[in-house]
Structures are given as structure tokens and as C-alpha cells.
């Protein structure tokens, strides 16, 4: 939608028009989700989701939507080479969700693209009703109903991310009904400083929670693509340098995620320093045992690092799962960074009382 943005307002300043969008994707999907086509009443196409195989059923289908003003979410399968039905040559399937957009949605808009401009994390959440309610997320500008935002489409745009959340069985009850989120800031970030079998398996945790994930160390021989295949990205530099060249670009947010797990002091205490003074950074973390962590937090110390800043540090990091494997140490984390970023105890769901989600 992104790449539509601006014709889209430009448009709906002259007059309705239907929106398009992609809201899920399986398979081998012709365009990612979240890109949107605008069908105008003059019968203007600005923007695709195909590449034609549903365009043109897109196109009557809006045009239905701008006459009744009624939502309709489609679904497009696999081709039949030998049938007359529209669909996917590519073998996959969309969800495309069709709504009106008129002057009222504006103010909505024209805060997004500002936000876009600005480089802000935003996410616009829209239930998929016949009558769609949309909010911004992660702007200043309220939107119209801020009811419609669920604890799960808050967590998806602070992550980064876009997809479904809810379910149609859900309206009329406490819990979200279904809707699409999309998100137009880059993912939340997490930063991995160490080459190891930890780090691997905390990578590919990461990566399913939705992360941008970095893998850092200044061992060449060790720090390979090809041993971090889940990372998005692996750095052959001191970790610690790697962190102020990432702060100095602007790079580095409340939502990111710094997890030392090199397991040598040469390493480790120079990135922390650099980690814990980084005010802005959300979670700062290192792996460990208990005689580790009292040395490393001496060690800091000598290096300036106040108590305040050593307050941030999760050290040694994870929930207490008695966790041993690689695989089980990253579960352990990440539960920890989950727990911190939600504001919740981490404590077994049994020995707590009041609402499950808060």
C-alpha cells in the first residue's frame, strides 16, 4: 500500500474509491502481503496484486463495493489450466480484502503518510467487516474508533510486522474480532552478539517471532551465512563497534533486542558497556552462569558503567525453565523478552489471577 499511498489520497480528495489489498498469502503468491490496487469510479487502476491472474476480477468486484459501500473479503485459489475461473497460475493463494475509502478516512491517511515521511513506526489496523474500522497505530493521529485495537494488533505493529489477527467467531465477544494489520515502520531488531550454537538457536526463535535478526562477532572463520541461515543479517566485526555504528545510523529503537552470548569477557564486557549506554535500546541481555554474571558485572562497573544502567541488564538472561540445549536456552530468552516487552511477570499463567491478556 506503501507504493499506492499517495495517489490513493490524492483520489479520495476528488471522490470515493475502493481499496484492495492483499490481507494473507500461502503458497507461492505472485505479491507480498499488504500490496493494494485503487479502483476510482472513472474506472481507473492504479497499483496491482498479481500481476494479472485477479485483476480484473478485483476490478468488478470493487466496483460493486464503491456502489454498495459494503467490505468484501475474496478469495483466489489455483488455476484450473483447463477451466474459466480466475485464479493463480503460481500455485498459491490470496485473500484480498475490498473496501470503500472516502473523505472520511482522510485525516487517517494523511497522518500515515506523514508518519511514513517521518520514518516513524505506524501499522493501520482495519477489522474485516462489511463496515471496516480503522486505527493507527504508533501515530498521534487517533483515528476513529480506538476500541477496534486489540492487544494483538499492538503487539504486531510494535513488532514490525502484517498479517491477520482475530477471528470471525470472535464478534460479540471479549476477544479481537478478525482484522488486518498492516505495519510500514522496518521490524523491531534483534542484535545477537556472539557465533555459536546458542546464538544459532536464538536466531531462528527470533526470526519466527518476527524479528530483523543480526548475527555480530569478529570471527571470521566462525560468523558464516551458512551457520545462521534463519539471520538476516551476519556482521564480521567486534560486536561492541558494530553497536555504535548502528546508534550513530539511527538504527537502534525501543523495541530492539541485544543479547550477548559469547561467553568471553574480551567480547562480551565491551558490548554491554556499549549496550547499557544506549538509553533507548528495550532489552539488553547476557547469557551466562552466576559466577559469570558477578564477574561481568564487576567488570563493568570498573568501566564506568553506573547502577542505573546496570539495572537494565537481564543477567543472566532467561526465565528459569531449567533449560540445558541450545534450543531450550533460546526458548528461555525469549519468553524473557516477550515477558519484558508486554509487561507481563512471566509467571505460570495458574498461579496468577485477573485477565490473561492485560
Given at each position: 500500500?506503501?507504493?499506492?499511498l499517495p495517489q490513493l489520497i490524492d483520489r479520495v480528495r476528488r471522490g470515493p474509491v ?224 558494530y553497536l555504535r555504528q548502528e546508534q550513530l545510523a539511527g538504527r537502534i529503537d525501543a ?104
Amino acid at each position: 500500500m506503501r507504493d499506492v499511498l499517495p495517489q490513493l489520497i490524492d483520489r479520495v480528495r476528488r471522490g470515493p474509491v475502493a481499496l484492495a489489498r492483499i490481507v494473507a498469502v500461502s503458497g507461492a503468491g505472485p505479491r507480498e502481503v499488504g500490496a493494494a490496487m485503487v479502483v476510482t469510479n472513472a474506472h481507473e487502476v492504479i497499483g496491482s496484486l498479481s500481476g494479472g491472474c485477479v485483476e480484473s476480477a478485483v476490478v468488478d468486484a470493487a466496483t460493486t463495493v464503491l456502489t454498495t459501500g459494503e467490505a468484501v473479503l475474496e478469495h483466489f485459489g489455483i488455476a484450473d489450466p483447463d477451466g474459466l475461473a480466475i485464479g493463480l497460475t503460481c500455485g498459491g493463494e490470496l485473500e484480498v480484502f475490498i473496501e470503500r475509502v472516502d473523505a472520511a478516512h482522510l485525516p487517517a491517511l494523511e497522518a500515515l503518510a506523514c508518519d511514513i515521511a517521518a520514518a516513524r513506526p505506524v501499522a493501520l489496523s482495519s477489522t474485516l467487516a462489511a463496515a471496516p474500522q480503522w486505527r493507527l497505530i504508533g501515530s498521534p493521529e487517533p483515528g476513529p474508533d480506538p476500541s477496534v485495537v486489540s492487544r494483538d494488533a499492538v503487539h504486531m505493529a510494535q513488532a514490525g510486522r502484517s498479517g491477520l489477527i482475530g477471528s470471525d467467531e470472535c464478534e460479540g465477544t471479549a476477544f479481537p474480532a478478525r482484522a488486518f494489520v498492516q505495519s510500514f515502520g522496518p521490524p523491531a531488531r534483534m542484535i545477537l552478539a556472539g557465533a555459536n550454537d546458542f546464538v544459532r538457536a536464538l536466531s531462528r526463535l527470533g526470526a519466527q517471532l518476527g524479528y530483523h535478526v543480526t548475527v555480530v562477532d569478529a570471527r571470521e572463520t566462525f560468523t558464516t551465512a551458512a551457520r545462521f541461515p534463519s539471520a538476516d543479517a551476519v556482521v564480521v566485526d567486534w560486536p561492541d563497534r558494530y553497536l555504535r555504528q548502528e546508534q550513530l545510523a539511527g538504527r537502534i529503537d525501543a523495541r530492539t533486542v541485544v543479547c550477548v552470548l559469547t561467553h568471553d569477557t574480551k567480547f562480551d564486557v565491551p558490548t554491554l558497556a556499549v549496550a547499557l549506554g544506549i538509553e533507548e535500546i528495550g532489552f539488553v541481555g547476557a547469557l551466562g552462569s552466576r559466577r559469570t554474571d558477578a564477574d561481568r558485572r564487576e567488570r563493568l562497573r570498573a568501566s564506568g558503567i553506573g547502577p542505573e544502567q546496570l539495572r537494565r541488564l537481564h543477567s543472566p538472561v532467561g526465565l528459569d525453565l531449567n533449560a540445558s540445549t541450545p534450543d531450550e536456552t533460546a526458548v528461555s530468552i525469549a519468553a524473557q523478552v516477550i515477558a519484558e516487552s508486554g509487561g507481563a511477570s512471566g509467571r505460570p499463567l495458574n498461579t496468577t489471577d485477573g485477565p490473561i491478556h492485560h
